[in-house]
């Protein structure tokens, strides 16, 4: 709905204060065998995100984790607050991050990080995501809510075509 409402010039995507998204269900997933994860092409869904030709904030307050980094990276811009973690840890479970995590992660913090995270299922804190250019502002969790309106509102005031040719 967004994408054709010219009143919305600017997503924000939020979960909790403990969790902006964990990612899958693994529990739903085991149930299943891993071609049929393929074959219903689960990805698919969050596709709108990264496909939506409007900005999106991702405003992520405690855990990024899996599938819940991944569309955290769908996004154009992550503000984070101070409790947020990030991490990819896929390998723990036999499997990769599936949903362009291997390559939005390099183009985010570099392949030597990415990989290392990827690779070793490491999760880093928001600090060293601001620091590596994961996230563009980190701030205090009870500033999340304003801090990312504040951006909302600073995007929201452009011109619609050139925020959406911008993008």
Same mark, same amino acid.
């Given at each position: 709905?967004?994408? =054709?409402?010219?009143?919305?010039?600017?997503? #924000?995507? $939020?979960?909790?204060?403990? +969790? =902006? *998204?964990?990612? *899958?269900? #693994?529990?739903?997933?085991? &149930? &299943?065998?891993?071609?049929?994860? @393929? /074959?219903?092409? =689960? #990805?698919?869904?969050?596709? !709108?995100?990264?496909?939506?030709?409007?900005?999106?904030? *991702?405003?992520?307050?405690?855990?990024?984790?899996?599938?819940?980094?991944? #569309?955290?990276?769908?996004?154009? @811009?992550?503000?984070?607050? &101070?409790?947020?973690? =990030?991490?990819?840890?896929? %390998? /723990?479970?036999?499997?990769?991050?599936?949903?362009?995590?291997?390559?939005?992660?390099?183009?985010?913090?570099?392949?030597?990080?990415?990989?290392?995270?990827?690779?070793?299922?490491?999760?880093? /804190? *928001?600090?060293?995501?601001?620091?590596?250019?994961?996230? !563009? %502002? %980190?701030?205090?969790?009870?500033?999340?809510?304003?801090?990312?309106?504040?951006?909302?509102?600073?995007? !929201?005031?452009?011109?619609?075509? +050139?925020?959406?040719?911008? $993008?």
């Amino acid at each position: 709905d967004a994408e =054709f409402n010219n009143k919305i010039k600017v997503v #924000i995507l $939020k979960g909790s204060n403990k +969790v =902006f *998204a964990a990612g *899958a269900d #693994i529990t739903e997933m085991t &149930k &299943k065998e891993y071609i049929d994860h @393929i /074959n219903k092409d =689960f #990805i698919k869904n969050w596709e !709108s995100i990264s496909a939506l030709r409007k900005p999106i904030i *991702a405003s992520v307050a405690g855990y990024a984790l899996g599938g819940g980094c991944e #569309i955290a990276m769908m996004c154009d @811009i992550i503000i984070a607050a &101070k409790n947020a973690q =990030f991490g990819q840890p896929e %390998i /723990n479970l036999g499997t990769i991050p599936a949903s362009g995590g291997t390559q939005r992660l390099i183009r985010s913090v570099g392949k030597s990080k990415a990989m290392e995270m990827i690779l070793t299922g490491n999760i880093i /804190n *928001a600090e060293d995501a601001y620091r590596l250019g994961l996230v !563009s %502002i %980190i701030c205090a969790e009870e500033q999340l809510d304003e801090k990312t309106l504040n951006i909302a509102k600073k995007i !929201s005031q452009k011109s619609l075509p +050139v925020l959406m040719l911008a $993008k």
